[in-house]
């Protein structure tokens, strides 16, 4: 199992990135997806996540309204768009494929990171 997530990268406070994370070697639609994120000197965290069929999604609350999950069974890959970027949203995004939940422990299988780094 792989997933590959990219996207991330350098920008203003106020701007905007989109995630991409593709998904290889499972059965992407049958799988709730997750995006967490963890910055330097911290836990990991809970950022998103959305189910099997796109139908249901999970946000951390201060991020409701800022971040947007999104899935593409077709393309075996799952998205984040982030709009308002703020320099606290700076750390490295991890996507997980699991069961839909807020912790870690739900998630089977994980990819390798994306930083963002937003800068004031």
């Known amino acids: 199992v792989q997933l590959q997530a990219c996207g991330g990268g350098l920008v203003q406070a106020g701007g905007y990135l989109r995630l991409s994370c593709a998904a290889s070697g499972l059965t992407f639609s049958r799988y709730a997806m997750g995006w967490f994120r963890q910055a330097p000197g911290k836990e990991r965290e809970f950022v998103a996540a959305?189910?099997?069929?796109?139908?249901?999604?999970e946000y951390e609350d201060s991020l409701k309204g800022r971040f947007t999950i999104s899935r593409d069974n077709a393309k075996n890959t799952v998205y984040l768009q982030m709009k308002s970027l703020k320099p606290e949203d700076t750390a490295v995004y991890y996507c997980?494929?699991?069961?839909?939940?807020?912790?870690?422990?739900?998630?089977?299988?994980w990819g390798q990171g994306t930083q963002v780094t937003v800068s004031s």
């Open positions: 959305i189910s099997w069929s796109g139908g249901s999604t």
């Open positions: 997980a494929a699991g069961g839909l939940g807020v912790t870690s422990s739900w998630y089977d299988y």
